[in-house]
C-alpha cells in the first residue's frame, strides 16, 4: 500500500462521514458514498460501469471510472494535481427537505380531515 494511503477499520456512520469530509479524493463502488462526497464537495471516483445515483456525476463531483486500472489511476493522478471534476451540490440537497415536505402537506391536506 502506497505510504500516504491509509486504511481504516469500519467507523459508525458519524465518524464515517468525517474521515470522507477530510479526504482529498475517494474511490468507491457505493451509491450512497457517491451521493456523500456529492453533499460533502469530495472529489469521487466510482469504479464501476454505471451508476444508479447520476446527479452526483451530472451536478456532482462524482466521475464514473469503471474497473479498468489504467484509468482509474490516470482520473486519481489527475484528480489529486487539481485537474478533476469540481461539481457542485445539487439544487434541493440543502438538508432543508423535512421542511418543504411539511410545508406542502400544511398547504394540501385539509385540515381536520386527517385520517
Known amino acids: 500500500m502506497h505510504r500516504s494511503w491509509r486504511r481504516y477499520p469500519a467507523r459508525r456512520y458519524l465518524d464515517f462521514l468525517c474521515l470522507l469530509s477530510k479526504a482529498k479524493l475517494v474511490l468507491t463502488d457505493s451509491g450512497g458514498i457517491q451521493e456523500e462526497t456529492t453533499a460533502l464537495g469530495v472529489p469521487c471516483l466510482t469504479l ?23 484509468k482509474i489511476v490516470a482520473a486519481a493522478r489527475d484528480t489529486l494535481a487539481g485537474k478533476g471534476k469540481a461539481g457542485r451540490i445539487p439544487p434541493l440537497w440543502d438538508g432543508h427537505a423535512a421542511k418543504r415536505v411539511v410545508d406542502i402537506l400544511l398547504r394540501e391536506v385539509p385540515r381536520g380531515n386527517a385520517s
Open 48 to 70: 464501476r460501469e454505471n451508476t444508479e445515483r447520476p446527479i452526483t456525476i451530472t451536478e456532482g463531483t462524482n466521475l464514473l471510472v469503471g474497473t479498468d486500472p489504467v
